[in-house]
């Protein structure tokens, strides 16, 4: 630049909406300010899909609760259903039958594999990969046969994981059409892994990268905190259901950036396989849920508070709920993992980045628009 | 010289199926995903159910657009820029609601951010009901749509 | 199991509390210690329990007690050392709600529940650096999430036409 030239930089500054309309983000709004193409910084917009649950649920009894819990984040309605369920059965300090914690470890590890699906396909498209996202979601199609064959729909399994126990058994031949469905997971995964010489790599590698003390400090958890090189699960250090009887791996990587979020959603799979191989072969037999609920009994919840907390695809989910001796819950306040990632984290990894790299950082942080909103 | 004159006047609403039936066989589709319905739009994209052997593809603006979906619930935040979209599109264009939170509230029927009932904004062509609706029903409510245009029926909504 | 051998990790953090400050405890079960205390002590607490280890902030939560006209205020905040959650509770005025922050302490994080709760029960944070709204654009009723605020009347004068019959039932419902 010419030494004479009688500007200052913020002239040469101007901005840009990367907005909810656009096929990069979805539902969420970034406003960009830009110094030719390299991002000075960014502000985040959220709240296009404010309902208010929190008040919603002060409404509704906790059965009712159950079928609108499903919608708390639509990629993993089922993990959502267990944060509810648990808080109700922790109120209420009943005993849960064995077979139905069996049961809901299975179809939440599932859940958990479809959702893992869908973050790969969607980070493959916004990159410009567009063999991945086909094979991806064409993929995921079998594990939504598998959930209408159980609960009895694709998407939203109508409150399936009730307070309680399950809401039916699997049927008689289920375990078996579960092991042929992860048998072609297991194909899937080896295709993924031929893929990593092509246009993946070069994206990705170098992208976006989050040191640990600044994660810790910005508040970021589940596979974001791996990645970054903190060694740490909740289904591991604050047990719940039966995972403490089942034997499985946490993996972990150390530079992170996005190539390395990327190299942890796949071998999460793989664990997640390995759990509900376990859990189908030890199930025992027995009642599904408790046995006075059948007959539509009145639940009142008693005077106290709970916090619970769960390890769902994205991070920490947590639901904080107070009783007070009537039928409808109190104040029932839901943590979702995705607002800390997408305002402190996403701004603090889009500084000084260059405008092609957006889609690359935004889509490895695997944002949920409403968990963030709820 | 004045009759030739005279055969060219036709109405606004047979102009807009007239022009409909030559874009019949590829409809474009606006590429906005809102909210809980698209969950079920992107297995259409997909090779299961593929809805490019009907001609119908994504775009990215809504200038070259000829159907919008409106897919689930919308919060007063976000129809404010549903409807700056939809005067965007050219004429004639196509408005779809999916799902039964756009006919009655659905379930979020006491929230008091989300609208309750999408025809007193933008107008509506036709309803698919279902939470989400299935692939299927989507493909059966394009159909009808393509049958009303050939038979040269009546719009039913003001243009 | 003797009750003393059990709770072992619990019972050395609530010693180490105790000794230091005047403030009331409970074991819940296992990983889980609830401690109240007063307002004035909040600051002081909480920079004293990030030098033990607690280092996540998990959430922040206000309770609408209408009845004791008062909000309770509750931190959860969790240790990756010990494997712990602890959670504070204090209580404020519900007429006039302020109270000092703590994004001194744990910083972003702590801000964005700060500036949410601001904008849904209109709480007011000093030495925040922001607090703008962050879901609602133009609202200019009272905070939406006070009890006080039927959602149920608002929405049948705002959304539904009494004119039309066929809309009676949505806005008749029984509570």
């Not at chain 1, 002060?58 to 089922?78: G, H, K, M």
């Not at chain 3, 405890?25 to 909480?46: F, G, M, N, P, T």
Request: aromatic content about 10%.
């Amino acid at each position: 630049m010419n030494p004479n030239y009688n500007t200052t930089e913020r002239e040469l500054e101007y901005s840009l909406p990367f907005g909810p309309a656009h096929p990069g983000p979805g539902n969420f709004a970034v406003k960009l300010r830009l110094d030719g193409e390299k991002v000075v910084s960014a502000k985040a917009d959220p709240g296009y899909l404010h309902r208010g649950f929190e008040k919603l649920m002060e409404y509704r009894t906790p059965i009712q609760n159950a079928v609108l819990s499903d919608r708390i984040c639509v990629f993993e309605p089922l993990n959502w259903n267990l944060v509810h369920a648990q808080a109700v059965d922790e109120l209420m300090d009943w005993n849960v039958p064995e077979r139905a914690k069996y049961i809901r470890v299975v179809m939440v590890e599932l859940s958990r594999i479809q959702s893992h699906i869908i973050w790969y396909g969607s980070m493959s498209k916004a990159i410009g990969f567009d063999t991945g996202f086909k094979l991806a979601f064409g993929y995921r199609d079998y594990i939504l046969d598998l959930f209408e064959n159980i609960t009895g729909g694709r998407v939203y399994p109508a409150g399936y994981i009730c307070p309680g126990g399950v809401r039916k058994d699997l049927g008689k031949n289920m375990p078996e059409k579960i092991r042929k469905t992860l048998n072609k997971i297991n194909d899937m995964l080896s295709k993924f892994e031929k893929f990593d010489n092509l246009s993946i790599l070069v994206r990705t590698k170098g992208v976006g990268i989050l040191p640990l003390k600044k994660a810790i400090q910005l508040g970021a958890t589940g596979p974001v905190l791996r990645a970054s090189g903190l060694k740490t699960d909740i289904r591991k250090d604050d047990p719940y259901e039966i995972y403490s009887k089942l034997d499985f791996d946490i993996p972990t990587e150390k530079l992170g950036d996005s190539y390395s979020r990327l190299l942890i959603l796949r071998r999460e799979v793989r664990e997640s396989i390995k759990i509900i191989n376990q859990a189908l072969n030890n199930m025992p037999k027995g009642n599904v849920i408790i046995p006075s609920l059948n007959s539509g009994t009145h639940i009142n919840l008693p005077k106290g508070e709970v916090y619970v907390r769960n390890e769902c695809s994205r991070g920490e989910g947590a639901m904080y709920m107070v009783g007070d001796g009537t039928e409808k819950p109190y104040r029932c306040k839901i943590r979702g993992p995705s607002l800390l990632h997408q305002i402190p984290v996403l701004e603090y990894l889009l500084k000084g980045s260059q405008i092609a790299d957006v889609p690359a950082i935004y889509w490895s942080l695997n944002p949920c628009p409403a968990d963030m909103d709820r | 010289m004045n009759d030739m004159f005279k055969k060219q006047e036709f109405s606004d609403k047979q102009k807009k199926v007239k022009k409909l039936k030559t874009q019949m066989k590829s409809l474009w589709v606006f590429n906005w995903f809102n909210s809980c319905g698209f969950i079920e739009l992107i297995p259409l994209v997909g090779s299961r159910w593929d809805m490019e052997r009907f001609g119908m593809i994504l775009t990215s603006t809504p200038r070259h657009a000829d159907v919008l979906f409106i897919t689930g619930y919308q919060t007063i935040k976000s129809i404010k820029r549903a409807k700056r979209i939809y005067e965007q599109m050219p004429e004639p264009r196509i408005v779809i609601a999916l799902g039964s939170c756009s006919m009655t509230g659905g379930m979020y029927w006491d929230s008091y951010n989300t609208i309750k009932k999408l025809d007193n904004y933008i107008p509506v062509d036709l309803y698919i009901p279902g939470c989400p609706p299935r692939p299927e029903a989507i493909f059966e409510g394009v159909q009808k749509m393509m049958e009303y245009i050939k038979n040269n029926k009546k719009m039913v909504s003001k243009s | 199991m003797n009750k003393y051998l059990e709770y072992q990790k619990e019972n050395r953090i609530i010693r180490k509390i105790s000794s230091k400050f005047k403030v009331e405890v409970s074991i819940q079960r296992k990983r889980r210690v609830w401690v109240a205390v007063s307002k004035k002590d909040l600051v002081e607490i909480s920079n004293f329990i990030k030098g033990i280890g607690f280092k996540h902030l998990s959430a922040i939560s206000v309770t609408d007690l209408i009845k004791e006209k008062n909000y309770e205020l509750t931190y959860h905040v969790w240790s990756y050392q010990d494997n712990t959650l602890l959670t504070i509770k204090t209580r404020i005025n519900r007429d006039k709600p302020t109270i000092d922050s703590v994004v001194s302490i744990w910083e972003d994080n702590a801000q964005i529940h700060e500036r949410e709760l601001h904008e849904l029960f209109g709480v007011e944070f000093k030495n925040n650096p922001n607090l703008t709204p962050l879901f609602l654009e133009d609202w200019n009723n009272t905070p939406p999430f006070r009890k006080d605020f039927n959602w149920r009347d608002y929405v049948r004068d705002e959304f539904y036409n009494k004119e039309n019959k066929r809309e009676e039932p949505y806005w008749d419902a029984p509570l």
